[in-house]
């Protein structure tokens, strides 16, 4: 166990749809990363913030976005859903050059 | 463009014998590197760690080499078992950045009993 807890574990939508994803890091870590994995593909970097703060983006579509809340806590909003959004999203916590995951949410758009 | 290289999309090793698994940089700035384990389903697990100004790091089964001139690295498991199938995933970062990762498309090993 990681620390990272992400949710939901499974989401399925149709094409068009809007969904939040969330993601609650390890205590006392301030970084938190986005990824996406589709199908038989590496980590695809998405966005990164700190302490509530955008850091780094990544290929990050436009009908994304991210935010971090004072909690540290994190939602990616994924809106205006295509079929190829289907994939694994990561989230990811550190306090230094090592990040820990989450255990994923698993993304179908129908 | 790819930075971070992992050539071998798969590899079969025999149980208790040594597997390697290489990864390519193409970045110069990169001085931070990472392996990650990946079973089906779950997050990326961390495994283990090396700073560019080493060339060797060890833990347990588990030895990363660094070679900066060939920016080349690679993951020794000694001896592999048949719990290490998983996909191994290569990372790279600039520790004096905003610590971005980039991470190579992954390895999926496969230790036959």
């Known amino acids: 166990d990681s620390g990272v807890t992400q949710t939901p574990k499974h989401l399925i939508t149709a094409t068009g749809q809007r969904v939040t994803l969330r993601c609650s890091p390890r205590?006392?870590?301030?970084?938190v990363y986005w990824y996406q994995q589709s199908l038989d593909q590496g980590l695809q970097f998405l966005i990164q913030?700190?302490?509530?703060?955008?850091?780094a983006k990544g290929n990050i579509l436009e009908r994304f976005s991210a935010q971090q809340f004072p909690d540290l806590h994190s939602e990616l909003n994924l809106s205006s859903l295509e079929l190829g959004d289907s994939a694994l999203y990561f989230c990811?916590?550190?306090?230094?050059?090592?990040?820990?995951f989450g255990p994923g949410t698993r993304l179908l758009v129908l | 463009d790819q930075q971070v290289k992992q050539n071998s999309p798969s590899l079969s090793v025999q149980e208790g014998r040594i597997s390697i698994l290489n990864c390519d940089y193409t970045?110069?700035?990169?001085?931070?590197f990472l392996w990650y384990k990946k079973y089906p389903a779950e997050g990326p697990t961390f495994l283990i760690s090396?700073?560019?100004?080493?060339d060797k790091n060890e833990d347990g089964r588990f030895t990363v080499f660094l070679n900066k001139s060939a920016k080349h690295l690679s993951l020794h498991i000694v001896p592999s078992q048949p719990g290490d199938s998983a996909v191994y995933f290569c990372?790279?970062?600039?520790?004096?950045?905003?610590?971005?990762?980039?991470f190579g498309t992954g390895t999926k090993l496969q230790v036959i009993p």
């Open positions: 990811a916590s550190s306090r230094s050059e090592t990040q820990y």
């Open positions: 205590s006392g870590d301030l970084s």
């Open positions: 913030y700190y302490n509530g703060e955008e850091r």
């Open positions: 970045n110069s700035m990169f001085d931070y």
């Open positions: 090396i700073s560019s100004i080493k």
């Open positions: 990372a790279a970062m600039n520790s004096g950045g905003y610590q971005k990762v980039t």
